[in-house]
């Protein structure tokens, strides 16, 4: 573990060096969240009511803040992607290093830019005028498992791009991810779709963490925390394994 954790690191200051020379990609990357703050709640927000009561703002924004931590699954798989189709895995994988290394790294590299969008988009959402209404301990508790969401998906993407291989295929991963992100509480209550609709949209992963993020934020909406940790968890202990038996098969 201590090995894999060094190397990891290492793997950290690697891809934060690209990041530092190439800032047009991190500012593409924290400018998207917020797009899609000002469209959803200014565009296609206007009509749109709360189960219960309550300013469409305030449930929205936790929503959107979960929503952009799922959406880590496209921009990861495309670079794991892209180093095994370069061959720079290939030279890694020659070095006398962790096998955990390079993906740990790319994980803790896109969980530190993920930390520095979601307080981007913590700073748009209270330009628009949502607010949280627990106290400091609340919000630091609803961002730490929004946090937590990012980081197990994170590791779904990584999978997805030692299986595939191929950059190219980004496009199915979007088909895949976009589909899952709306059918969520992130957006609107399950209370209002039609019932089959609903009851997929309480068992999406997202939904757990929109829900307790809204509740931790004391913004509309009921939620549990405990299943927004279990979800996270879960999907760590069945994509953590398979992204390092993959990685240990890539030359076979």
């Given at each position: 573990m201590k090995w894999a954790l060094h190397d990891g690191w290492i793997m950290t200051h690697r891809e934060l060096a690209h990041l530092a020379r190439q800032p047009a990609q991190l500012i593409i990357t924290l400018l998207f969240p917020v797009l899609l703050v000002v469209m959803f709640a200014f565009v296609l927000g206007g009509g749109m009511t709360v189960d219960g009561g309550g300013d469409y703002r305030e449930y929205l924004l936790p929503g959107m803040f979960a929503m952009t931590m799922m959406f880590g699954v496209e921009s990861t798989f495309q670079a794991i992607a892209t180093d095994l189709n370069r061959g720079v895995t290939d030279r890694f994988r020659s070095l006398p290093m962790s096998p955990a290394g390079q993906v740990l790294g790319r994980n803790l590299a896109d969980l530190i830019t993920s930390a520095?969008?979601?307080?981007?988009?913590?700073?748009?959402?209270?330009?628009?005028?949502?607010?949280?209404?627990?106290?400091?301990?609340?919000?630091?508790?609803a961002v730490g498992l929004l946090l937590l969401l990012r980081f197990a998906v994170l590791w779904v993407g990584v999978y997805l791009g030692l299986l595939s291989r191929n950059p190219n295929l980004l496009m199915a991963v979007q088909i895949l991810v976009w589909p899952v992100a709306f059918l969520s509480s992130a957006l609107a209550s399950p209370a209002d779709m039609p019932s089959w609709l609903g009851a997929l949209s309480a068992w999406n992963p997202l939904s757990a963490t929109a829900d307790a993020t809204r509740a931790l934020f004391g913004n509309p909406g009921e939620g549990q925390v405990w299943k927004a940790v279990a979800w996270p968890l879960a999907l760590v202990a069945v994509f953590f394994p398979l992204s390092i038996r993959q990685y240990r098969r890539l030359s076979r």
């Open positions: 520095l969008g979601l307080l981007v988009m913590v700073g748009c959402g209270l330009a628009v005028g949502w607010r949280w209404h627990n106290g400091a301990a609340g919000a630091l508790a």
